[in-house]
């Protein structure tokens, strides 16, 4: 009981006004999610909500912020389209049941452990990985300053309005890193919202506000299942978009744990967030939202505002149903250049900025895989794809590295006589470093390969040593193989190699 006490009463008035910050942030974010998924904005509004209330509770991290992300929501745009094209309003419900069927996946995934998995991601990568977010929530901002210059059509300011915009997201900036100074009482992100609002309604400013960006939801989610066809036709639609949303989701979503474990010092579980990401997801589109991840972005600024336990992630999703409902008369007046402001601070401190000020320290290796990952990420603007690419890289630089580590040293034994001693890993990679250490036009009567210090480990090291042996025999050459250990030696019996190469007139022994 303690212990679930601990999780949800910490310090609450910081816990009620960090999540109360982030609830801001999370509306034109959810609104902007809808759009690019080709879905109306109350879909991302109700899933940013549906999904918040849902984690705080089965979530398997505390403070951790989950919604609708742009990493998912660019899954969606096929299936909306696909689905529209079978009949009005059909590529929303066909979107609904792809959540549902997400959610099963990710409770799958977690019971098979696959945050185990998630080991295997090297530090560069998840360094280019949060770097790439903290640029996209950068870049995502730009229309909004009026300096999307590849994207003209999407420049959402005027160039009358770009004085009033540029001066209220420098006052959003000021008192957000200033404020701190004088008092922590109050977030500075929050007190910075009202007065910038206060100053566009007050001097009648012309700029972009929330309002422009979508209708609000005017009443609350209703649940419903999902209007298709229960065929197989409609499970092979849905099935890809929901197998991508469910694993790029979870990447997603462990990465960002992980940040806040670090940030926090502490450990959480991710099979049980896996778990509870696939209870939100379907919780989430049974009530007409969309599904999501948890937000790098917004999870670090709550963690930065003092939001430490599950009521600030419950406060966050309550404040923004409740701003919807209740005042979206006055959310609709906040002028997005605060928002920005705000967006900008969080992409600040997404960022990993240790990992550039070291970047002449790391090695060059660690270097290039963490700038691959932000430069296909960025230009990609797909995380999931970014990601394997650095996960791509880092094993080719690390096979390379780990291929050089086997050694093949020889003597003359006599006249007639050469012994060969392989030390290192024997596998697919150091292979042709193993054939090169022999010299196969050298036929001396006798050859000893000693294999004592070595461990063959796949079926390619299994042939390079049978090419070895099969070389040197063609020659003349009566050759042995001693000491190989027993799972070596067990690897040639299944393959078959051992009793064709012992056929042919070679010994091999095992190591007792």
């Not at 006004?17 to 999370?26: C, D, I, K, P």
Request: proline fraction near 4%; charge should be neutral.
């Amino acid at each position: 009981m303690n212990f679930a006490l601990k999780e949800w009463w910490g310090k609450p008035h910081r816990d009620i006004l960090s999540g109360l910050v982030v609830a801001f942030a999370m509306i034109p974010e959810a609104i902007a999610f809808s759009g690019i998924a080709g879905v109306d904005p109350r879909v991302g509004l109700f899933g940013a909500f549906m999904l918040s209330v849902t984690l705080a509770v089965v979530g398997g991290r505390s403070a951790m912020i989950t919604s609708a992300t742009g990493s998912t929501a660019l899954l969606m745009t096929g299936l909306v389209e696909q689905g529209n094209a079978l009949g009005e309003g059909m590529g929303l419900q066909y979107l609904l049941a792809a959540g549902v069927l997400t959610g099963v996946l990710q409770i799958a995934w977690g019971y098979l452990r696959l945050a185990h998995q998630m080991r295997f991601v090297p530090q560069p990568v998840m360094a280019g990985f949060v770097n790439a977010l903290a640029i996209l929530i950068f870049l995502a901002q730009l229309p909004q300053l009026g300096l999307d210059f590849f994207h003209p059509e999407k420049v959402a300011v005027t160039s009358a309005q770009l004085p009033a915009v540029w001066g209220l997201m420098a006052l959003t900036l000021v008192i957000i890193y200033v404020l701190p100074r004088f008092t922590k009482v109050v977030p500075s992100a929050l007190v910075a919202i009202f007065i910038s609002t206060g100053i566009s309604i007050r001097m009648g400013l012309d700029v972009p506000t929330v309002s422009s960006l979508g209708t609000l939801p005017g009443g609350l989610p209703q649940f419903g299942l999902p209007q298709v066809p229960f065929t197989t036709g409609t499970l092979g639609l849905i099935l890809p978009t929901a197998l991508a949303i469910s694993l790029v989701g979870l990447m997603e979503t462990f990465l960002t744990q992980d940040i806040l474990d670090d940030l926090t010092d502490s450990s959480t579980h991710k099979n049980q967030e896996a778990r509870g990401q696939g209870i939100g997801n379907i919780v989430s589109s049974l009530f007409g939202g969309m599904a999501g991840c948890a937000l790098v972005g917004q999870s670090v600024m709550n963690v930065g505002y003092g939001g430490r336990t599950r009521l600030s992630t419950l406060t966050s999703g309550v404040s923004l149903l409740a701003m919807i409902l209740l005042a979206s008369q006055w959310v609709n007046k906040i002028p997005m250049a605060t928002l920005v402001g705000v967006m900008v601070m969080i992409a600040i401190n997404t960022a990993n900025w240790d990992s550039i000020r070291s970047i002449r320290r790391i090695p060059k290796s660690d270097t290039s895989v963490m700038l691959l990952t932000v430069v296909v990420t960025v230009l990609t603007h797909n995380l999931a794809v970014g990601l394997l690419s650095g996960v791509a890289l880092a094993g080719i630089l690390f096979s390379r590295k780990v291929a050089k580590v086997i050694e093949v040293s020889s003597e003359l034994s006599g006249s007639d006589h050469r012994i060969y001693r392989v030390r290192g890993q024997l596998f697919f990679v150091s292979s042709i470093y193993f054939r090169q250490g022999f010299e196969l036009h050298e036929h001396p009567a006798r050859v000893t390969i000693d294999m004592g210090e070595a461990h063959i480990w796949d079926q390619s090291g299994v042939t390079a040593l049978d090419q070895v042996i099969r070389k040197l025999k063609l020659g003349g050459s009566d050759v042995e193989v001693v000491n190989l250990n027993q799972e070596s030696t067990n690897l040639f019996a299944r393959i078959g190699v051992a009793e064709e190469a012992g056929g042919r007139g070679g010994e091999l022994s095992s190591a007792h």
